[in-house]
C-alpha cells in the first residue's frame, strides 16, 4: 500500500499508547503477551514516521503513577524495554533514528538505564527520526524539577526573577530544545491526559481512537494524519 496524500503533516506526534491490556484480556493471553505486542506497534510507527518524513515522534511508554502496577506488571516492562532497545538498535541505527529519552530515567532498573544510555550515545548522530520515549515520565513531576531547577538559580543569583519567561520553563523540562507536538495521538478511547506533556500539548490537535495499542498500524495511523491535515489550528487568532 502506497503513502496517501495530505496537504499537512505534523512536525511531531505525541501518542499515549494505551490499551496493551484489554488488547491482552479479549485475546485471552497475559498482560505482559499485550505489552510484547504493543512492541510491534511502535515499530510500525517509527516506520510510518520515516514513511511520511515526519522529524519527531514521542511514546508515552511508562509513567511516574506506573509503577504502581503489580511488581510482576513493572518487572515484565522493564524486561521488555531492555529487550526492544537491545534488539532493535542495529535497525535504528540502519534507520537513521536518534533516541532520546524524558522522564526520571533514574529510577529505571540499572540494567535497562545502561542499555537506554548506550542506545541514546549510539544513535545521537542520526537525524532521520527523533524518537522521544517518555520512560517513567511524569509532566507534574517534570515541571516540579523545571521549577526547582529555575529557582537554584535564581538563589545563586544566576537568574533575575522577572527575566523568567515561557522560554526559560520550556528550556528547563526534560523536553528543553524539541518542538512542542502538533498532533496526539490516543489509543482505546481514553479521553484523558493522563499526566503526559501537561506544558507542551497546550495547542497540539488530540485524536483518540478506539483502537487498542497492539492493534494500532498503518490504517490507524493514517486517519489521524488525515484528521489532523483537517483540522484549523487558529493557536487563539481569528
Ligand atoms: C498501556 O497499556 C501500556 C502502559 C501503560 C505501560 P495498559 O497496560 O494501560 O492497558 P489497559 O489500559 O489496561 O488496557
Ligand atoms: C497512560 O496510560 C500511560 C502510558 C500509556 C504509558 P495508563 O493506562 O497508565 O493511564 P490511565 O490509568 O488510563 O489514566
Ligand atoms: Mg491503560
Known sequence: MGKIHLEKIPRHVAIIMDGNGR???????????????GARSVQRCVDLCLEYGIPWMTLYAFSTENWKRPLSEVSALMVLLNRFLKQRLSEMMAKNVRLLPIGEIHRLPQRCRKTLLSAVERTSGNAGLNLVLALSYGSRQEITDAVRGIAERVAAGELRPEAITEKTVGEALYTGGMPDPDLMIRTSGERRLSNFLLWQLSYAEIHVTECLWPDFGREQFEAALRDYASRKRRFGKR
Open 23 to 37: 488488547w491482552a484480556d479479549t485475546h485471552g493471553v497475559t498482560r505482559r503477551a499485550g505489552h510484547t505486542e
